[in-house]
């Protein structure tokens, strides 16, 4: 067993000789130790705000997308192509013929 802190300390020493990201095989980690004065936590707090903003923008750019689909299916069932009363429906057979002879 390790604890997280020494875990990550180790792997950004590992992975800054190999010059990689050690955020590509592990989760995003903080490591506060100083509270709101501890520059950690002011990364921390730039990475959330942005995280935030992008779930925002996901948010508002899928509400977007189904008020557009709304208005195109409330636009859709108003058109006159596809209203009921609009329609130009076959006469039924039969009915041509007798509709002529009471006129």
Do not use: W
């Not at 995280?51 to 750019?61: F, G, S, Y």
Request: charged fraction near 35%.
């Amino acid at each position: 067993m390790a604890n997280k802190k020494a875990l990550l300390l180790n792997m950004k020493n590992y992975c800054d000789a190999l010059n990689e990201d050690v955020f590509a095989g592990l989760p995003v980690t903080f490591h506060i130790k100083n509270g709101l004065e501890d520059p950690e936590f002011t990364r921390f707090k730039a990475y959330y705000d942005k995280a935030e903003e992008e779930i925002k923008a996901r948010k508002a750019l899928k509400l977007k997308k189904r008020q557009e689909k709304l208005a195109a299916d409330a636009e859709a069932s108003q058109s006159p192509e596809t209203s009921p009363e609009k329609t130009d429906r076959p006469k039924e057979a039969g009915l041509e013929g007798s509709e002529q002879q009471q006129k």
